[in-house]
């Protein structure tokens, strides 16, 4: 017996070098799904259809039964993936069999890996049609416990071309003796996220895009006071009189300091914050860690991945040195912050060189203030600290070479263009300048001193890269590096993104040549711009010549990133300075917006491995056509130029300033002071004294930031499910096993998508048989919205979902009774199962549409992929503007309701403005501000993805703007500053209409006060008024009666008045407001078919004519507009559900009491003080109090108390009256305490029903006890 034992082992060999567990599911691919195999999904850097086909074959004759297959028209990084459970350091072994044509050698070729890992299997490009055998050994980490098999065609930083077959992949431990060749499997030890993880998908930083939208909007603010600064005529106080103040001697240099120190301190923030790009922060900080470790003259050595010239990388060399020395690991936040450090620093230093530029032409605090235009623009910021980029170093490097070539200083010139090309290759684009500065100059010693330094730069900087190797390689890694991206663009948004072409080979043909050629075109009317400018101005247009080809080369040229218009920014500022020109700095203000509209939204969706903008994109169109017309203004200027025109709009003075206008005394118009409809002296309330800007605006920046707290916080989840499952009749369900066995569960949740029918959940306790189903009906009132389908705690194993065809589900989950999605062994790459991270674990309004969001953000997501819309009872505007949300931030809560969360920020400054313009008080400004933040419904309306806020704004707008007409449209004065506020009130009126039709009742009110206006005028110079018969009859005596009187021609031109007034009423007020009405409607005019014509755009009209004049129907929140003021019935929009014992979350509409119930006597008083006293300012609210409320009366469709919002602002505006007027009743000081006190109540009561006023869970006992008021006030069940 021993002796057959020991023959057995004989024969059996040694023991197996690993164990036979599998850890691969479905690795020979035989079970399927939906056809695709069952255990894999779908990965790439560019998941696109039309770039890779990913599909599952079935072998013949000696090939595998079955295997997949990934087929790469164009370059493209695709894989299969799948996420394989494993122990922490551990060895493995993966192998598979691949088979590889029409692969490209020299690239990553087609492999196995493991994601975010930089080591490969040995490629294969070619096999000839035979199978290779191919195997990776790696050990995972000490604390890893998953990692995701790739099988790959193409890698990172590595994209190609062909097809690639993969099967019988294999994943299994190796207990023997450690391979010799095993690599790294931990992703951790390399970077997280380099091998392009699209499956892992760390969501982007929440504060991303707000941070970019207040940064916007608070450089509009910034170039606002540096305009008025620079070009007002009225800078007699304010921050803009301050900037132009010189400051006193020794303090000169203060203020660059200043705004250089703030520059730095922010970018200091912010930058920790987020790692940045994922592939540019990744590449930074592997490329230092590489450099310092292999050296200089190592670093291009193995292949590696490396598009960026020599020149970086002295500079990664220090960042590798430093990272090593302070023991900084990838990611920390010390080591985010050196990567970024460089870039930082070249803000900075851009900054200075700008403020130098400024300080002899615009005074130490213009030019501090103008350099702070750059150091705080957004577009700048973003880009270094938080892209991580290093675009502002070539910038720096550009200038400074600019700043030589102005000087003369050529050589210096050269050098600088030497050191910038060889930092990124795009700085190529401006050595055409240092060949236009040459010209300029008759001496060859300047031509050979520029030469010289320029080689000489170049080869200097070269030779520790250049030992050991052959002379021509540095051509040849450049020409690799423009090859790499053969796309007409890569998210930039120029004229390729318009026609649709990002991410498309420049080998398509477009209007009979290829784009590659039209890119050369493209280029070449940059040099050709560039040069007519030099030739006209010569080294004083060098600035102007580099913003030209920087802005361009980005439009016209093909291979563009979104961040390469970025050096286009700091020379627009340059040639501005250097020319006075207005029309320079409005081109700077508007590229600094749309590059950060371009720049934040691709960074976003970068972070969250969504690399390409869809062609069609509405942002895309939309900055794309933005940044052509800056081309073409641009353009306009330069042809100005070679005619001989100036485009400069300040005149210069002696010692080379720029002399700013002067502000002329101020004057009172002819005929204002004895304007029949103003009282002959200021009220009492009405300011006397100027303050700065600053100051009056400050208070108003502080409300907002106020009401933005109270607005955005928990608005609404930044994400939601985006992949689809529509069930068809060959594949209408799909069933999921629970990981770890039977267990018990809570319920299941269901992401409705736009579609009809029923779905169907069935359980399983051992996995094969399933129960009788539960259904869920999904319609119209379904979409966007999260449905609970509840087990009650049963034990489970598997879970099948059935639908009929019609449905739409993007996600499913699983939730146990701890309110976690529990974890399911295997989706079959269903895309059903596909976002479980994105699960709640119940219903809310966080994560769902709620009241008519299911008809208005639906409608917007329609418009925005061209489907037939759904809402069609309303004009489009409101829809188009929340299109616009879902376009920057996504189809998910946050997204639909953004913009009108900003609209409803947007209403302060709004109240504020015509407050102020009404009463010429500060005081009625900030209580009109005040208390349109402390009513309750602008809050609940804002925070709904519906429209109402949006009209109401406009309809505020537009009053604001005709009162401004009002105030200008008096006998003697000039009629166009009237007519100019006069259209923008058309407009805002257009605007309005085109949200609501309650837009169209302000037009009522508006027309009575444009022809009582119009009235008042011609009345006023019949009995003679100043300026017609008193002012003409004195010239008439000057000229001794002469030829024909003065006078008369006064009289006759103002005669003429009424009917050119009437005729602007007809073009601003009917014929725009018709052109912009038209306008909402191409959405609907763009979805494809028959039924979208001009034609159908009118019938729409009767059909909502018909709609809202015949609705019969009833609501248990209905009420009627007798009951609104007085908050009979507010509407409830919201309940939560799956609370705790004794918990609610509600939302419902309603006023704030004491600001709707003391607007009553308000109003009254209101009504009777503009009788007696015509005042203007009263006539104007108690005119559009009735124009939005009286039109309700005579309505008898179904109404809610929604319907009251527009009349609110003027109903707060009579309030703002009486507190205004308390001074007169009784002391100054009781008049405070008064107003003190009414503001506070109000702030109180908004702290005290915010919880029901945004779906927060408060305990029922406290709502049952302090918010329910009244029997009909319903809120909770």
Not at 248 to 264: F, K, Q
Not at 333 to 338: F, K, R, S, V
Not at 558 to 582: C, D, W
Not at 1238 to 1248: D, K, P, R, T, W
Request: net charge neutral; aromatic share 12%.
């Amino acid at each position: 017996m021993a002796i057959l034992l020991v023959a057995i082992m004989a024969l059996a060999g040694r023991p197996p070098a690993y164990a036979a567990t599998e850890l691969i599911v479905n690795g020979s691919f035989e079970a399927s799904q939906d056809g695709l195999p069952q255990g894999w999904t779908k990965d790439g850097y560019k998941l696109d259809e039309s770039v890779t086909a990913w599909t599952l074959e079935q072998g013949s004759g000696s090939d595998p039964a079955h295997y997949v297959r990934v087929a790469s028209q164009q370059p493209n990084d695709a894989r299969w993936l799948q996420k394989v459970a494993v122990k922490p350091d551990t060895l493995y072994k993966l192998s598979g069999m691949i088979r590889a044509s029409g692969v490209p050698s020299g690239s990553a070729g087609a492999n196995l890996s493991v994601l975010g890992v930089l080591d490969t299997s040995a490629p294969a490009f070619d096999t000839a049609g035979v199978w290779q055998q191919v195997e990776l050994y790696g050990r995972t980490g000490p604390e890893q416990q998953e990692l995701d098999v790739a099988l790959r065609l193409g890698g990172y930083g590595s994209e190609t071309t062909g097809t690639a077959d993969f099967a019988a992949v294999s994943l299994v431990e190796v207990e023997g003796e450690a391979a010799a060749n095993a690599v790294s499997f931990d992703p951790s030890t390399v970077a997280p996220g380099s091998g392009g993880d699209s499956s892992a998908g760390a969501g982007a930083p929440g504060f991303l895009m707000p941070l970019a939208i207040i940064g916007g909007i608070a450089f509009a603010a910034a170039l606002y006071i540096g305009w008025s600064a620079i070009f007002g005529r009225r800078v007699s106080a304010g921050l803009a009189a301050e900037l132009r103040r010189q400051p006193e001697p020794g303090r000169s240099g203060r203020a660059i300091w200043l705004v250089l120190g703030a520059g730095l301190l922010l970018r200091l923030l912010l930058a920790p914050t987020m790692q940045g790009h994922p592939v540019d922060y990744t590449d930074f900080s592997l490329w230092a860690q590489r450099a310092y470790e292999t050296g200089l003259n190592g670093f291009f050595e193995d292949g590696v991945f490396a598009d960026y010239p020599p020149g970086y990388i002295y500079v990664l060399w220090v960042l590798g040195m430093l990272k090593s020395a302070l023991g900084l690991g990838f990611g920390a936040g010390p080591e985010i912050l050196l990567v970024k450090l460089p870039a930082l620093l070249a803000d900075l230093a851009a900054g200075w060189l700008l403020y130098d530029l400024a300080r002899r032409r615009f005074g130490t605090r213009l030019s501090a203030f103008l350099a702070a235009l750059y150091v705080f623009s957004p577009a700048v910021w973003l880009d270094s600290a938080l892209w991580a980029q290093v675009d502002s170093v070539m910038t720096l490097l550009v200038l400074l070479a600019v700043r030589a070539l102005t000087s003369s200083r050529y050589a210096s010139g050269a050098a600088w263009l030497a050191v910038a090309v060889l930092v990124k290759p795009q700085a190529v684009l401006f050595l055409p300048l240092l060949l236009f500065a040459l010209l300029s100059s008759r001496r060859p010693a300047d031509w050979l001193k520029a030469a010289g330094a320029g080689i000489g730069s170049a080869l200097l900087l070269l030779l520790p890269f250049a030992i050991g190797r052959e002379p021509g390689w540095i051509i040849e890694h450049y020409g690799n590096m423009f090859a790499s991206y053969p796309y007409a663009t890569l998210n930039a948004f120029n004229l390729y993104g318009l026609l649709g072409y990002n991410g498309i080979e420049t080998t398509r043909t477009w209007l009979g040549l290829e784009l590659s050629a039209w890119g050369n075109v493209g280029a070449l009317a940059a040099l050709v711009a560039m040069g007519l400018i030099c030739w006209k101005k010569g080294r004083e247009g060098l600035y102007l010549a580099a913003f030209a080809g920087a802005l361009l080369v980005f439009l016209l040229k093909t291979g563009m990133h979104e961040r390469y218009l970025y050096p286009a920014l700091a020379f627009a500022l340059a040639a501005f300075i250097v020319s006075g020109s207005k029309r320079l700095l409005a081109l700077y203000g508007a590229l600094t917006l749309t590059v950060l509209a371009n720049t934040a939204p691709v960074l976003r969706d970068a972070i969250e491995q969504s690399f390409y903008r869809a062609n069609g994109d509405g942002l895309m169109v939309t900055v794309s056509l933005l940044q052509l017309l800056a081309g073409a203004a641009l353009v306009h200027l330069v042809v100005q130029l070679v005619r001989g025109r100036s485009y400069g709009s300040l005149a210069l003075a002696a010692g080379g300033a720029w002399k700013l206008p002067d502000a002329p005394a101020p004057q009172r118009a002819a005929g204002s002071a004895a304007s029949a409809n103003e009282p002959s002296g200021p009220e009492p309330y009405e300011d006397t004294t100027r303050i700065s800007r600053r100051k009056e605006w400050l208070p108003i920046a502080g409300l907002v930031a106020v009401y933005a707290i109270l607005m955005f916080w928990q608005l609404g989840d930044a994400k939601a499910p985006s992949t689809p499952w529509a069930p068809t009749q060959a594949s209408h369900e799909v069933t999921v096993q629970l990981e770890g066995g039977p267990q018990p569960a809570d319920h299941v949740m269901l992401y409705a998508g736009i579609g009809s029918g029923t779905v169907q959940v069935a359980l399983s306790a051992d996995g094969t048989t399933f129960g009788a189903p539960a259904e869920q009906k999904l319609d119209g009132g379904t979409v966007f919205q999260w449905k609970s389908i509840g087990i009650g705690g049963q034990t489970i194993q598997a879970v099948r979902i059935t639908g009929t065809p019609g449905v739409v589900l993007y996600e499913a989950g699983v939730i146990d009774a701890d309110g976690r999605t529990m974890p399911l062994l295997d989706t079959g790459g269903s895309p059903l199962f596909d976002e479980q991270s994105l699960v709640p674990a119940k219903p809310s309004y966080k994560n769902s549409m709620y009241f008519d969001e299911i008809y208005h953000a639906r409608t917007a997501f329609e418009h925005l992929h061209r489907i037939e819309p759904y809402e069609t009872t309303h004009p489009p505007l409101g829809k188009v503007i929340i299109m616009a949300g879902v376009s920057i931030f996504g189809m998910n809560p946050f997204g639909w309701r953004v913009m009108g969360g900003l609209a409803g920020l947007l209403l302060i400054p709004a109240m504020y403005a015509l407050a102020r313009g009404l009463f010429n008080s500060r005081k009625a400004g900030l209580l009109a501000a005040s208390l349109i933040l402390l009513d309750f419904m602008p809050l609940v309306q804002s925070r709904i993805g519906t429209v109402d806020t949006y009209a109401v704004l406009f309809i505020l707008l537009s009053y604001h703007f005709m009162n401004r007409f009002l105030q200008r449209n008096v006998v003697g004065a000039r009629l166009w500053p009237a007519l100019q506020a006069f259209a923008l009130s058309g407009v805002f009126f257009g605007l309005g209409a085109s949200v609501k039709w309650v837009g169209v009742y302000s037009g009522a009110g508006l027309a009575v006060l444009f022809f009582g206006s119009i009235y008042r005028r011609w009345k006023a110079s019949r009995e003679g008024a100043p300026g017609v018969s008193g002012a003409s009859r004195g010239a008439d005596a000057a000229r001794g009666g002469a030829g024909i009187p003065r006078g008369a021609e006064a009289a006759a031109a103002e005669s003429r008045v009424p009917a050119k007034l009437i005729g602007a009423g007809f073009l601003f007020f009917v014929a725009v407001p018709a052109v912009v009405y038209a306008l909402t409607y191409i959405p609907f005019m763009l979805v494809p078919g028959p039924g979208h014509g001009l034609r159908n755009v009118i019938e729409f009209q009767k059909f909502m004519y018909d709609y809202h004049s015949k609705l019969v129907a009833t609501h248990p929140f209905a009420s009627t507009w007798w009951e609104w003021p007085i908050i009979r019935r507010p509407i409830w929009y919201y309940g939560g559900s799956g609370l705790a014992e004794g918990q609610i979350a509600s939302i419902m509409s309603l006023g704030n009491p004491l600001i709707w119930w003391a607007g009553i006597p308000c109003a009254l008083a209101a009504f009777a003080a503009a009788w007696k006293r015509r005042s203007r300012a009263l006539l104007v609210i108690t005119i559009g109090l009735l124009s939005q409320y009286l039109p309700w009366v005579g309505i008898p469709r179904l109404t809610f108390i929604y319907h009251y919002y527009a009349t609110v602002p003027f109903l707060i505006l009579c309030i703002v009256y009486v507190l205004i007027r308390l001074p007169e009743k009784m002391d100054r000081s009781s008049a405070n305490l008064a107003t003190g006190l009414y503001v506070g109540i109000a702030a109180a009561l908004l702290a005290m029903f915010y919880p029901v006023l945004t779906g927060l869970t408060i305990s029922r006992s406290y709502a049952e006890h302090f918010l329910k008021w009244f029997g009909s006030w319903t809120f909770f069940s």
